[in-house]
């Protein structure tokens, strides 16, 4: 069994600042992929970064990196230099070995101009 | 980037009426594809998860009769939704996976309302 925990249910933050968004992981697998998706409005969700379980580097994509903890269990989503359009529900998601997602309950995230 | 494609977008029908949600991923194989549901400000629901040329698996509680999938090719899934009523409506967004644990890629969702 898998499990993903958002403790955030929101978080507010000022334009241009940075944001770290919270997930926390339990999994019986020793291989598994960590990912966090985008749902702004619309409803679309959008793939935005990976980290699988043996990346000795934390994953990065543009303005998006993942401080991935894995003693910890930790697989938090920085968001830096925040834009208005930034404002959206975040999913933090794991695989593992049997591949069938798991979807944490997301953080609304809304950012100030 | 993955592109996949779900149609319709919205959907508004009467009571009884069955209705087909197509998935398509535009430009790559999916080996297999997932359907969700979603309530208002709630997490994804998985449903039901399909392989190409097999027999969806359906998560419990979810009717294997009421909701009807059918993943015929690498590239199209569908979703039919028998003889819909009010409390089927919802958002159902599907989801297409090349292999392994690379990332799911999701259609912009089917907003099905039961009148």
């Known amino acids: 069994a898998q499990k993903i925990t958002q403790t955030q249910p929101g978080m507010f933050v000022q334009e241009k600042e940075a944001v770290t968004l919270d997930c926390t992981y339990d999994?019986?697998?020793?291989?598994?992929?960590l990912f966090w998706y985008k749902q702004p409005s619309s409803g679309e969700m959008i793939f935005l970064i990976y980290?699988?379980?043996?990346?000795?580097q934390n994953a990065t994509e543009g303005r998006y990196s993942l401080n991935f903890q894995k003693a910890r269990k930790s697989a938090n989503l920085v968001i830096s230099a925040s834009q208005l359009g930034d404002s959206a529900m975040y999913f933090c998601?794991?695989?593992?070995?049997?591949?069938?997602?798991?979807f944490g309950r997301g953080t609304s995230l809304i950012v100030h101009p | 980037g993955a592109v996949v494609s779900q149609h319709p977008s919205w959907v508004i029908c009467k009571s009884g009426t069955s209705v087909k949600i197509e998935c398509r991923s535009l430009?790559?194989?999916?080996?297999?594809m997932f359907w969700y549901r979603q309530f208002p400000k709630q997490s994804l629901m998985l449903m039901a998860t399909?392989?190409?040329?097999?027999?969806?698996?359906?998560e419990q509680g979810v009717e294997k009769d009421k909701f009807l999938i059918n993943h015929a090719s690498l590239t199209l899934s569908t979703l039919t939704v028998t003889s819909a009523h009010p409390e089927d409506s919802s958002f159902y967004i599907c989801?297409?996976?090349?292999?392994?644990?690379?990332?799911?890629?999701f259609g912009d969702g089917t907003r099905l309302s039961i009148l």
């Open positions: 998601a794991i695989y593992g070995g049997s591949y069938i997602p798991t």
């Open positions: 989801s297409a996976r090349a292999q392994g644990f690379q990332p799911q890629h």
């Open positions: 999994t019986s697998d020793p291989s598994y992929g």
């Open positions: 980290q699988g379980s043996y990346d000795q």
């Open positions: 399909s392989n190409e040329g097999s027999k969806a698996t359906y």
């Open positions: 430009d790559f194989q999916a080996t297999t």
